[in-house]
């Protein structure tokens, strides 16, 4: 049985997040509905993150299964075609081996969070930054977040639901830098908990305000308590950016991987 890879593009703002749910379009329900019109099969995607509602992508990755060998160029165009007109598109599809799994194959995640400082809302951004009026020292944020770097037990940027067995997850990149009135953080990590980037991003912004400084973060961390979390960051200034897999997960490919957009890479 064929098995094909897709990387998804999408804004999150009008769906309840990946995740198929009772009420609500989804993304992984979207996605399912192209696949049984082109194919008339009625099958299940399987995705590398489960992003919340209002969160985006650029790089997502799904996988699925069909009965006919279809060209993977077809599958992406067919797919685009039946997507119409949500904000989802399919930017590349690939053939890959029956053992490729988009979430437990994946070696590595990078999400991207923006946030915009400055007086003007933002207009073409609406929904796709997190807004703040007050300026932020960039540097003192970036710096604070290297004390996140690193094996650590995260359960105070954790949220109450989270399903992860663990809460000791390992932080391999914290980047955070300035681009005119916009401010950039890049993390990677194999895995993350739910809500830990968001959650991140609101404690750092605190340390942007000069409310806090890099020993109270640290102290926040340290502390495994979610009541000693800053405020989470809306979903709006969230971004999967790109997933990474081993490169011999990719038989046959109907456009280069994806990657990170220079902005820079996480």
Request: proline share 5%.
């Amino acid at each position: 049985m064929p098995r094909y890879r897709i990387t998804i593009e999408y804004d999150g703002t009008p769906f309840v997040g990946w995740q198929r749910q009772a009420e609500g379009l989804s993304i992984q329900g979207l996605l399912e509905e192209a696949i049984r019109k082109f194919t008339g099969e009625t099958v299940g995607v399987r995705g590398a993150g489960r992003t919340d509602a209002g969160v985006h992508a650029l790089g997502q990755v799904a996988h699925f299964d069909l009965t006919k060998d279809w060209a993977a160029t077809r599958v992406r165009d067919a797919m685009n075609f039946h997507l119409r007109p949500h904000p989802i598109g399919i930017v590349a599809s690939a053939a890959v081996d029956a053992t490729f799994d988009a979430r437990f194959s994946a070696v590595k995640r990078h999400y991207r969070y923006r946030l915009l400082t400055r007086r003007a809302p933002p207009i073409l951004d609406k929904n796709r930054v997190w807004w703040t009026m007050r300026d932020l020292d960039a540097e003192a944020m970036n710096d604070a977040a290297q004390a996140l770097v690193g094996k650590h037990d995260f359960t105070t940027f954790r949220a109450a639901q989270c399903q992860a067995q663990s809460p000791v997850k390992t932080l391999d990149v914290f980047e955070i830098r300035r681009f005119g009135d916009e401010i950039v953080c890049e993390v990677s990590a194999r895995s993350f908990l739910h809500h830990q980037v968001r959650s991140m991003v609101g404690s750092l912004k605190l340390v942007g305000e000069g409310k806090w400084s890099r020993d109270d973060l640290a102290a926040a961390l340290a502390a495994r308590d979610r009541e000693a979390c800053g405020p989470v960051s809306p979903a709006s200034g969230l971004y999967l950016v790109a997933v990474d897999y081993p490169e011999d997960a990719v038989t046959t490919s109907s456009s280069p991987r994806s990657r990170s957009p220079e902005i820079p890479d996480a």
